[in-house]
């Protein structure tokens, strides 16, 4: 059973991409468009890894983050966030937030797949 | 096609979508919106574009992105006012960013002529924060590492460390992230032979264990070809979140240390530590806990000594709710590939057809109008019709996406005349048939630089008739029997009629003797060389005369004219077909044949008498309407059904309006009546037939050609030419 990543992210072009470099690395796939759609899937599907942006409309991903961190059923789910902010003070709110880790936009495919399997088995 | 060239076609089609968000976010500031979510929306349409231009390496556009982003994000926070000037100068920098994209979709990176001057601009209003940092690489990783690389630096003539030991002592934060302190250390002992020695000595008695604490700490001693940099790089995440050491070790020192290796340090604790903490998260405590502590969420957290025991994956279980079944991929859309669509409306024009032909059929038989069967085939009609509008509104899109091109070309416009302009736009939520939409953007744009070119006075003028400085130009859309009908309108001087005739008078197209109504003169600026070089400016010049944008509107089946009011402006008033798969038609026989001409084109019908009648010589003929003449074409020769034309008194005479305004008369023997009729393709089924348009099939199940009136007029006029 190959392992489950969600991705969060409210761009279509980004979204493709991260499905492409997971799905080429046998993981399984499940994305959502913001926060609050990150959490519904997170409904019905249990990602061993979620992958979010952190710039999105409706929840952004520190809302989401604290969100999957206070639910105690979500809550050891690894969370990498992805972004472009170079910003230490986002990244610092992200882990503040519970971040497992972070990879930068743009992402190289196999440094994101490494990040995935450095925070899940 | 290769996945990433369709990744590529993806993010051009969103920065479209974004570009479009950002553009009217600003404008909506600009308007006095003041809702945080609007700067955030605009920010994020140009954070998205940066972030998909960074993964297709498109420099030119990275950079001023950036520049952009840094400016709204100074905005968003409060630093920098949304002032008119910033935001004017906001509005500039999304052309350029338009422009950026549209070169980069090309392939074409070379920058924007604008793009220096307006990122220094854009440099400014972010102050000191943002102006030193032109937007290259970013790199978190980087950046964090810098200093610890500093950390190595060992005298030259020390031999490279052969061993490093490090010590790590998780906090209770670095689970409460999800970081998993056996992962860390797989991937430590990765680097090279590890020896691995755990403390426990802070682990207290069960009963007074706090499962979120952290009480473990863990000494490793790597040897091997590594360094230090790559051992902070494990613990790059958890940094803050636990106590690290790393230290050098002489080359004589460090490998083959007492201490544990981690495989047999995993047996131990597995074999004797404490079981409690071989809970997996999403299990229930009691099933495997014997000893139950007091704290009741211990089961979702992994607890610290858990992360050795226990392998991530075991600590996962299988997805438990995975065969519930929402997937993920569900949103409010589905895209669609367009021919599947158009398979789909095809097909249910066969439907109509033939619902039509068995409706004929029936009563043909003289079933009475209460049968069964009669009342059955009511209700299919009334479904068919339906599943056809629910089918053609698969095709329609809402005009905004024609609208929303038209603020960036009023200020294009208003800055090269000099005429300060506000778009009003209404009714952007209308839809119409996406092929209409595309075919619109060319003629709206022509109508909106007329408008603001020569609708609108000067500022002067218009402070002279007491009007405001800034003049506006309307844009409204609605839906009107059946039809989609778009205003384009100026508060402007309206159509100075004099002139107007002055110049159709001197270009001969009309008589100078004329005697024309206000309307009639109003729509002479429709007529082929009516626009002038005199005319033509910079801007709606272009060699492009309002000729062009009647003959596209036409070509879309649609009517458009003028009307004006001395000193308040004029409408440009454009009524189009909702979908281009239906047409309505004129039903005429010609020598048995039963053909359609589209209404759209004729003008009136007349029974043309006698005397009104001319022979030019051979079979060419004109019919004098109204003191003028027009050829009178007879359909039926012009498409070979006969070889003599019909006497002018046993036929019917469509006055039709061609391509370029000719006037023109189609002679058919009788007019069978008006229908909606469902244009099938002639060239996709059998082969282009010239004076033919395309087929339908009547109620009756006839097939009739849909005549393309332009090329009949234009033959004819040629033979004409040739006979006279």
């Known amino acids: 059973m190959s392992m489950t990543v969600l991705t969060v992210d409210d761009s279509r072009t980004m979204r493709e991409m991260l499905r492409l470099a997971l799905a080429d690395a046998g993981f399984r796939v499940v994305q959502a468009e913001d926060g609050i759609h990150g959490l519904e899937v997170l409904q019905a599907e249990a990602p061993q890894v979620i992958v979010t942006d952190i710039n999105m409309p409706r929840m952004d991903g520190f809302g989401f983050i604290e969100e999957v961190r206070g639910d105690p059923k979500h809550r050891a789910i690894p969370i990498l966030v992805l972004t472009t902010e170079s910003d230490a003070e986002k990244k610092n709110r992200a882990r503040m937030a519970g971040a497992t880790g972070w990879i930068v936009k743009p992402f190289n495919p196999d440094k994101l797949v490494d990040a995935i399997r450095r925070v899940a088995a | 096609m290769d996945p990433l060239a369709a990744i590529r076609d993806t993010f051009f089609q969103e920065c479209e979508e974004q570009l479009a968000e950002l553009e009217s976010g600003l404008l909506a500031m600009e308007g006095g919106d003041q809702d945080p979510e609007t700067i955030n929306a605009v920010f994020r349409a140009v954070h998205s574009i940066k972030g998909g231009a960074g993964a297709f390496q498109l420099e030119s556009l990275i950079r001023f992105a950036h520049v952009f982003e840094t400016a709204l994000d100074e905005m968003r926070s409060g630093r920098l006012a949304a002032s008119a000037d910033v935001l004017k100068t906001m509005l500039r920098a999304a052309d350029v960013l338009a422009d950026l994209v549209s070169s980069a979709r090309a392939g074409q990176e070379g920058g924007h002529p604008q793009q220096a001057a307006l990122s220094d601009e854009l440099k400014a209003m ?214 599947r669509v158009d398979r789909l409306i095809d097909l249910v024009g066969e439907l109509v057809i033939n619902q039509a032909v068995l409706a004929q059929r029936v009563m043909e038989a003289g079933l009475a109008r209460a049968s069964a069967v009669a009342m059955g085939l009511d209700e299919l009609e009334q479904l068919t019709r339906e599943i056809q509008d629910s089918v053609m509104a698969i095709r329609a899109q809402p005009v905004k996406s024609v609208f929303q091109r038209m603020p960036r070309l009023v200020r294009e416009v208003a800055a090269m005349t000099g ?252 007019i069978q009546g008006q229908r909606q009729v469902v244009i099938k393709s002639l060239e996709a089924n059998y082969r282009q037939v010239p004076g033919v348009a395309a087929a339908t099939i009547l109620g009756d199940g006839r097939v009739a050609l849909i005549l393309d009136i332009d090329t009949i007029v234009a033959v004819s006029r040629g033979e004409m030419r040739k006979a006279g």
């Open chain 2, 126 to 339: 972010s102050g000191a924060a943002g102006a030193d940092d032109d937007g290259g690489e970013e790199d978190w990783g980087d950046f964090e590492f810098q200093p610890m690389s500093a950390a190595v630096d060992l005298p030259a003539d020390t031999p490279p460390a052969r061993a490093f030991v490090v010590r790590f002592k998780p906090r209770a934060d670095l689970y409460a992230k999800a970081n998993e302190a056996a992962l860390l250390l797989r991937e430590l002992t990765r680097l090279g032979d590890s020896n691995v020695e755990l403390d426990t000595s802070e682990v207290p008695l069960l009963t007074d264990i706090d499962p979120e604490a952290a009480y473990l700490t863990w000494t490793v001693t790597v040897s091997g070809d590594t360094d230090e940099l790559a051992i902070r790089e494990v613990f790059e995440f958890v940094d803050g979140d636990c106590e690290l050491s790393v230290e050098a070790q002489g080359a004589s020192e460090g490998a083959g240390e007492t201490g544990l290796d981690i495989g047999a340090l995993l047996a131990r604790v597995q074999a004797d530590a404490i079981p409690t903490i071989e809970t997996a998260p999403d299990e229930p405590f009691e099933l495997e806990a014997p000893a139950p502590p007091p704290v009741a969420d211990l089961a979702p957290v992994a607890p610290p000594p858990l992360s050795v025991v226990s392998p991530a994956a075991e600590v996962h279980p299988e997805p438990l709710a995975a065969n519930q079944a929402r997937k993920t991929e569900a949103g409010a859309t589905i895209r669609v590939d367009l021919d």
């Open chain 2, 419 to 670: 005429k300060p302009v506000r778009l009003v736009t209404e009714g952007e939520a209308t839809e119409v048939d996406k092929t209409v939409i595309e075919r619109l953007a060319d003629p709206l744009t022509h109508m909106i630089r007329n408008a603001i070119d020569h609708g609108l006075e000067s500022p002067e003028k218009r402070a002279a008739a007491g009007k405001p400085a800034e003049g506006v130009v309307k844009l409204a859309a609605m839906h009107r029997s059946g039809r989609i009908v778009i205003e384009v309108s100026d508060d402007g001087g309206g159509i100075n009629r004099e002139r107007v005739k002055g110049i159709a008078i001197e270009k001969g197209l009309i008589a100078a003797d004329a005697t024309l109504s206000d309307e009639e003169i109003d729509n002479l600026i429709f007529m082929p060389g009516f626009s002038t070089a005199a005319e033509v400016s910079d801007i709606s010049g272009r060699g492009v005369g309002m000729d062009v944008v009647r003959r596209s509107i036409q070509a879309l089946g649609g009517r458009i004219n003028i009307t004006s009011k001395p000193g308040k402006g004029s409408t440009f008033t454009m009524s189009l077909p909702l979908t281009l798969a239906v047409l309505d038609g004129m039903v005429v026989s010609v020598e048995g044949q039963t053909l359609v001409a589209p209404i759209t084109a004729i003008i009136e019908t007349l029974q043309p008498k006698a005397e009104d009648v001319h022979s030019l010589g051979g079979h060419a003929r004109v019919i004098s309407i109204r003191g003028g003449f027009v050829p009178l074409i007879d359909v039926g020769m012009a498409l070979g059904y006969r070889a003599t034309p019909l006497a002018a008194s046993d036929g019917v005479a469509l006055l039709i309006e061609g391509e370029g305004g000719a006037r023109a008369a189609l002679f058919v023997d009788a």
